[in-house]
């Protein structure tokens, strides 16, 4: 696995990790709770880190141009999300529920926005060398 290969799968596993132990201090040490908040962001990372690698794969064939460009569907939102839950958790909003419930929604339409941000970027970057 190649030092891309290896970021991708560690923006893949880190949002799903940071947001479970998150929801620690938001609704307590309950197992179910955090096991659905990692679910919950797993899933989009999951989706992320598939547009990550195949594009990747193809700034591999096309002599490393975009790999940077090839990471941020998984990079960028994920960077968001920290961010997001990061400055609500000092803000105390009041109900965490609803942000954590809602956060996968907001991650899922950012990775897909990312992508074809990215894949479109790729594409003029092999084309412009």
Known sequence: MSTYGKYNL???L???VIAALGSLAAFGSRLDTQLFVFGTHIVPMLI???????LLRSAA???GR???LALSPTLVPAA???AWYAITGLTSSGDP???YFAGPFYLLGGVFVVGIAAWVGSRLTRSAG
């Open 10 to 12: 560690l923006g893949m």
């Open 80 to 82: 968001a999300m920290v």
């Open 14 to 16: 880190a949002l799903p």
């Open 97 to 99: 529920g609803r942000e």
């Open 66 to 68: 975009g790999t940077l």
């Open 48 to 54: 992320g880190g598939l547009f990550s690698a195949l």
């Open 61 to 63: 064939k096309a002599g």
